[in-house]
């Protein structure tokens, strides 16, 4: 097993996992009334390393910009964060995985992009996220979508290196 994570970590270096915190719901409500439905849905908000998933911002009217902003802070508090701006298609819907973004961190249609490139904030590394030995608890990435308005949502996503409950081996 650890052969397989040291693969995918060669295979995906801009992938390496973060903080251990724990999950919170992935279907965060915008903390503003007005506009109940506008949300990011991460499904699933936890995973095995590598898994596929979805990221979704809902509730917005056609045509309109968000950015969504992917966060970390590894276990030496360095602080890791990807932009990228989108555009609601006419449902008033953007699938991270599905759409370019207009500009940001990366470009191409790619579910995976804001991860492989989060950038360090206030840190002058060129190192991967440090991280720890724990493959239970991985990675945990905060999402926000914020519209031009100022309405913010937030997700959380934990990405994990064995399922919990399963014995190393």
């Not at 990807?82 to 759409?99: C, E, L, N, P, Y």
């Not at 500009?103 to 492989?116: P, Q």
């Amino acid at each position: 097993k650890k052969a397989v994570v040291l693969f995918c970590l060669l295979l995906f270096p801009g992938l390496i996992p973060a903080s251990g915190r724990g999950p919170v719901p992935s279907k965060a409500e915008s903390p503003f009334p007005d506009q109940p439905g506008f949300r990011i849905q991460i499904e699933p908000p936890v995973a095995l390393y590598g898994t596929p998933f979805s990221i979704m911002v809902t509730g917005l009217k056609p045509d309109e910009r968000v950015t969504v902003t992917a966060r970390s802070t590894d276990v030496k508090n360095i602080q890791w964060e990807s932009k990228a701006d989108f555009k609601a298609d006419a449902r008033g819907t953007i699938d991270v995985a599905a759409q370019s973004p207009l500009s940001g961190s990366y470009s191409g249609a790619d579910v995976f992009g804001l991860l492989w490139s989060m950038k360090p904030l206030n840190s002058k590394t060129d190192r991967p996220i440090s991280y720890r030995d724990d493959e239970v608890n991985g990675w945990t990435v905060d999402f926000t979508a914020a519209e031009a308005a100022g309405m913010i949502a937030s997700a959380r996503r934990r990405r994990v290196y064995q399922k919990p409950g399963h014995a190393r081996g």
